[in-house]
């Protein structure tokens, strides 16, 4: 008998614990996801906001992963959160099916009342977040469906040491004294240098940052040195768009991977990634991968995302004297360079039973001087929210790295566009470009080439690609 | 079980306490009994289970995005069946994840001969039996940067390899290797179950039967194949039935040591479905999952209706 | 004198029993070089003093504060206890409500029993991606959402995988040993208890192991129903999604050896279940 009260209790006592677990904070109910550092710090704001405002907050703060699905199921029930993260793609479709609040009455009131002012975010970001849900045009519109969290971009990077040991070396002359600085003493200028046509940062043009990459690319003192590594699914759009091609036509009808320009920043990218010798070969990435060789300091030129900047400040200045320069340009006769711009943004529901304390929540996780100090100042997890901080942003010679004004630059001077995951109202299109890419690459180093060229390959993927954006715009105009 | 131990068990049937019962007509209680004990997982499965099932069918009709409930969604008739249908990716997925079921006959053999050795009471089966396991409850992340680690260009393999002349092979860079390289991962995880599985029933089977094959002049490969293998035919059929529809369904094993590729070549049904989940395309998804439980239902029914044929023989 | 030929045929199968044993043994242990393999090199990254030495030669650090580290790192023994609360009573439960079923799927004859089988086997086909919303629907009403009743409660029911393989093992009882005991005026109830529960210890043992790992290592139900009380994987889980780059491997080797242990204990205390519930039935002569 003594058995079966043993079994009783280790079945009833769980259950009893298990239906006690969690509930019943009061409040506006966020639901955000975030590493763990990033997590204590937005527990923080998050605090300093009912310290000033006397508004209860019930924060559940999750990591990424399956943070999607569980948002989308609860959205439909009474569990959806008050403020969540929705990004500039799926904010047509909430908007559409009226899970989401348009906040434009709400920000109004906040500016009015004089509290934090919508406007003073970053020129142009707001936009991201608008939706005309009659005319089904994303960025259009009066309304606005959520409050930019942050926005970042993604230029490229110089690996200091690596251009001086070439330039010591001589590399860096032998091969970048040609073309427009056959003259010039000492080749092309630096990375970190001004264009004497310009006097601005330089932006190579593809040739010439070809031939940056050959001058870094050597072996010296038994380590071996690339030019460059770059991540497809992040990098190519810079060279993609320089070259004047982009992913879907104005209209967002069509896409527009098998035009020449396309094909020509497409090709000029894999060319340089994979044929001419600047780069680990695909067999190399497989045993330590692109990130990895960067952040030991074996590569000369690898992109830097905004979020990157803590976890590279974080190796010695021997290794990685790191700075930021703008992605290439096409030709001399082309000005244009462009990276991708990410971001993220706070929506309400439309079930939420209070939206303006809700708004109030979201404009102080974005763009408070408490957010400004935590995310920015004190670590550079993004950029700075507020036009008013930027001044100091750009003064602060605390925030890393020095030339950080290149990240702005792209946000704020045109260089930067959408990823392509945020064109339209599902990614599944783009999804089939990256999913089959391989077919480009070399199986194997000793292979010629892959089994097919980039124009092949444009060729062949662009029905498939034309077909998943097809059914995406059916749903969009049906409204589901 | 062998006649010889029904004494015993009489025996036993004999120390119960018995009632006198009034007797109902026999049949009417045997019915009732017969649901009763199946009474609670039936309403577990009608009401966890079922009742979301035919939630998802009716969503298979309509365009939904899993972000309202059900009644919101606009009714499309067979429109995501075409979609999904139309769509080659779906069909190759559904070849992919078939390709990768040519594991399940191997897995069988390799686990049944270690069951077998591990049932003659050697020294040390015990522990034995415990390193076999380990794969099964190993970390999947482990599995993977061990097999990734392997199966590269200059792993142990291709060294291996390399010794005989051959190679060296982009194991998981090339669509047919990547398939090869899935499949031995699968066959190698899955040995540690089958082989418990055959284990149990091989302890089931009565050591009285061989004695008497042997004492009738038989060999040890002729007791295994007229008297072992056929008694194991309960777990065999375990196996073959729940390898097929475990096997439809694979998802991670794939997804994180491959991706889905290279170029699609190991993206399973279940892989083109999550796909369509993460873009809320949940109806669409829902085909998927219908198409599929039809067809693994079908493969299952089959099989069945062939085992209980020869167990009437 | 010649060995009779007695002697002589002793002899041989001696050696034959010798040779086959050394084939065996050969067997096994090339077999369980290769097993063990990711349990020494998940204990050799777990020792690594951070995940930049991953590849680097075996065992070569032995930082064993990573175990202590990992503590402090993600909430490990939160998830521990919330994976046993959500473990113990399911398998306890559920075992017994499967083991029901399969008898009475097995020996009872009721109408429909085969139809209905197939039915709940069919279930087993199911794919979780397709019920997960709804369920997620009928949790919410319930206000489950957030706790672990959403990964108790169902398995209460059984577990069809169990009772499919039960059923299998029970089919080759015999009948007559049913029929007799009721003639004796047992109820079926008496006869699932006493006889055929002890019979089944085998079958049950293995199915409870595999039940047991398969709660103890899943992570898509809990992340998604419960992700406020995180069972072991979540958490772990947790390491992999907090680190996109760079992820401390190390660290997630510590954690996942950890949440090992009890998969490995269960497993070495139901081994012997296995055979000594063998032993005490008489099966084996």
Known sequence: MKKNKLIGLLIAVPMLIAGCTSQASDGVKIFIYGQAHERSIYSRIIEKFTEETGINVNAELVNTDGYAETLTASLGTKNAPDVFYSNPASIGRYAMNQVILDLKPYLEAEADEGGIDYNDFLDGVIDYYRYDTVNKQRGEGDAIWAIPKDVSSYPLGYNRVIINLSVELGHWETYTKTGAWATREGGMPLPWENDPRTDKQIVYTFEEFTNACRATKFTHESTEYFGTALIDTWAMHSWIWAAGGNWLSEDGQDVTVNTPQFIAGFTEFIDLMDNRGVSQTREQMGIKPHYDRWMEGQVAFFNVGVWDVAAFESVSKDILDYGLMPTPRANDASPDWYTYIGTLGYAVSSRSQAPSDAVKLALYMSMSMESYNRMTRYQTIQLPNNKTMVDDYLEDETIKPENKGVFLDVVQNGHGKLHPTAMAYNSLWYDTFIAELSRVWKVTDADVSGEMTPAEYAAYIQPKMQQQLDIALADEQAGV | MASESLPTLNNMALTLKLKGKKNKPKHVTEHLIGYLFIAPVFIGIAFFVIYPFFYSLISTFRNWNGLVPLEFAPKVGWEMYQRVLTEPLFWQSFLNTVITLSGIPIGMVLSMGLALLLNRGLKFTGTFRVIFYIPVVSSITAIIILWRAMMNTQGPINDLLLLFHIGPINFLGEPGYARASLIGMLIWKGLGTSTLLYLAGLQGISDSYKEAAKLDGANDWQIFWRITFPLLKPTHFFLVVTGIIGGMQLYVEPELLLNGGPARATTTILIYLFERFGANRISEASVVAWVLGVFVFIVTAIQFYYNSRRERA | ?285
Do not use: C
Not at chain 3, 119 to 146: C, H, R, T
Not at chain 3, 246 to 256: C, D, F, I, K, T
């Open chain 3, 1 to 285: 004198m010649t060995s009779t030929f007695k002697e002589k045929r002793l002899g041989s199968i001696k050696k034959g029993k010798l040779a086959s044993n050394i084939f065996a043994y050969t067997i096994l242990l090339l077999g369980s070089v290769v097993m063990i393999a990711p349990l020494l090199w998940m204990i050799n990254a777990a020792l690594k003093f951070n995940q930049f030495s991953l590849y680097g030669p075996l065992f070569h650090e032995l930082y064993f504060y990573n175990f202590i580290e990992v503590f402090d790192t993600i909430p490990v023994w939160q998830g521990f206890i919330n994976s046993l609360i959500v473990a113990i009573p399911s398998i306890l439960v559920g075992t017994f409500v499967s083991a029901l079923a399969a008898y009475s799927f097995a020996k009872i004859k009721f109408k429909f029993r085969t139809v209905i089988f197939v039915l709940m086997l069919a279930v087993m086909m199911i794919p979780f991606p397709v019920v997960m919303i709804p369920q997620y629907y009928i949790f919410s009403e319930l206000d489950w959402i957030g706790t672990l009743l959403p990964l108790i409660i169902p398995k209460l029911f059984g577990n069809i995988m169990m009772i499919f393989f039960l059923r299998q093992f029970l089919s080759h009882i015999p009948d007559t040993l049913i029929e007799s005991a009721k003639i004796d005026g047992a109820t079926h109830f008496q006869i699932f208890w006493i006889i055929i529960m002890p019979l089944l210890k085998p079958a049950l043992a293995a199915q409870m192991v595999l039940w047991f790992i398969g709660i103890w290592n899943d992570y898509l139900a809990p992340n998604f129903f419960s992700a406020a009380s995180p069972t072991l994987p979540v958490v772990i889980g947790g390491l992999v999604s907090d680190f996109p780059i760079q992820e401390p491997v190390h660290l997630n080797m510590a954690a996942s050896i950890i949440s090992m242990v009890p998969v490995l204990v269960v497993f070495a205390i139901f081994q012997k279940q296995i055979i000594n519930s063998l032993v005490l039935s008489g099966m084996k002569e």
